[in-house]
């Protein structure tokens, strides 16, 4: 199984970027998919999980600005970012709770840059 991660990229203060993680692979079902980020040195932290049901948690920072979506058919889940700020600034990575055949691991895409310049 494999994440595959796209959208990042250089954007002002007060733009939009919209990330994309795509799961490929022996896939049974995906039960959470979420979007965490990390700045250098620092811990990974989630940034907005959506359960398959479609229930969504947000980190409060980005709350009201921030839209976690998923495509069950596609298996694939989107991370639309508003009004983004220069803190908002990490390696965004995406991660799956997958059921494989035969066992139901958690998965990690590769890292997404998303700069944002005041």
């Known amino acids: 199984v494999q994440l595959q991660a796209s959208g990042g990229g250089l954007v002002q203060a007060g733009g939009s970027l919209r990330l994309s993680c795509t799961a490929s692979?022996?896939?049974?079902?995906?039960?959470?998919m979420g979007w965490y980020r990390q700045a250098p040195g620092m811990q990974r932290e989630l940034v907005a999980v959506?359960?398959?049901?479609?229930?969504?948690n947000y980190a409060d920072s980005v709350k009201g600005r921030f839209t976690i979506s998923r495509d069950n058919a596609k298996n694939t889940v989107y991370l639309q970012m508003n009004t983004l700020k220069p803190e908002d600034t990490d390696v965004y990575y995406c991660?799956?709770?997958?059921?494989?055949?035969?066992?139901?691991?958690?998965?990690w895409g590769q890292g997404t840059l998303v700069t944002v310049s005041s």
């Open positions: 692979g022996s896939i049974i079902s995906i039960y959470d």
């Open positions: 991660n799956a709770d997958i059921f494989i055949p035969g066992v139901r691991r958690n998965y």
């Open positions: 959506i359960r398959r049901g479609g229930n969504t």
